[in-house]
Antibody, heavy 116, light 111 residues
């Protein structure tokens, strides 16, 4: 069955760039009509959609983060990635990758803390 | 502050029924499908309901979804202690250009 796994640093310094990768296993990231999404959840708060990337490489972003976010895809590695620049403490959250449409499969999530 | 409005918490006894509301506007809930996600403590969200009222394979029929106008509702019957979780609604926001929006989440306590 398809599984998603986030990876990346758990600690990022303020003003630096947060970089995470989601590895898809169990099927090709290019198969079907799927696209791939990043979502985050600050502690004790609700979910926030960050953006999505299609297998073509085109992406859509949350307007509130658009100036700082880049989501890319590497079909040869069956991975997609998130870059969030100029981070502050407000970007501290659990970051999830998920399959779309429908957000029917999620990774387990990875905690990222922004602190010096 | 979330785009969609959910009650922060609901509670009911085992075996009882509970409903969780999700309120939005014509640019999101009113004109798009709503999904519901169950998040057990310390775990990732799991798709529970999609396209307003459809259940993915493996989701028991104790869980149901409905939508009327700009509000959606998740219903859970025959409550079990294992249903204690955070429940999130989500949909598309037409006004922001293909953006997904969520509610703030509802904590279900099974007394």
């Amino acid at each position: 069955q398809v599984q998603l796994q986030e990876s990346g640093p758990g600690l990022v310094k303020p003003s630096e760039t947060l970089s995470l990768t989601c590895t898809v296993s169990g099927d090709s990231i290019s198969s079907g009509y799927y696209y791939w999404t990043w979502i985050r959840q600050p502690a004790g708060k609700g979910l926030e959609w960050i953006g999505r990337v299609y297998t073509s490489g085109s992406a859509n972003y949350n307007p509130s983060l658009k100036s700082r976010v880049t989501i890319s895809i590497d079909t040869s590695k069956n991975q997609f990635s998130l870059n969030l620049s100029s981070v502050t403490a407000a970007d501290t959250a659990v970051y999830y990758c998920a399959r779309s449409p429908g957000l029917d499969i999620w990774g387990q999530g990875t905690m990222v803390t922004v602190s010096s | 502050q979330s785009v969609l409005t959910q009650p922060p918490s609901v509670s009911a006894a085992p075996g009882q029924k509970v409903t969780i509301s999700c309120s939005g506007s014509s640019s999101n809930v009113g004109n798009n499908y709503v999904s519901w996600y169950q998040q057990l403590p310390g775990t990732a969200p799991k798709l529970l309901i999609y396209e307003n009222n459809k259940r993915p394979s493996g989701i028991p029929d104790r869980f149901s979804g409905s939508k009327s106008g700009t509000s959606a509702t998740l219903g859970i019957t025959g409550l079990q202690t294992g249903d204690e979780a955070e429940y999130h609604c989500g949909t598309w926001e037409s006004g922001l250009g293909a953006v997904v929006v969520f509610g703030g989440g509802t904590k279900l306590t099974v007394l």
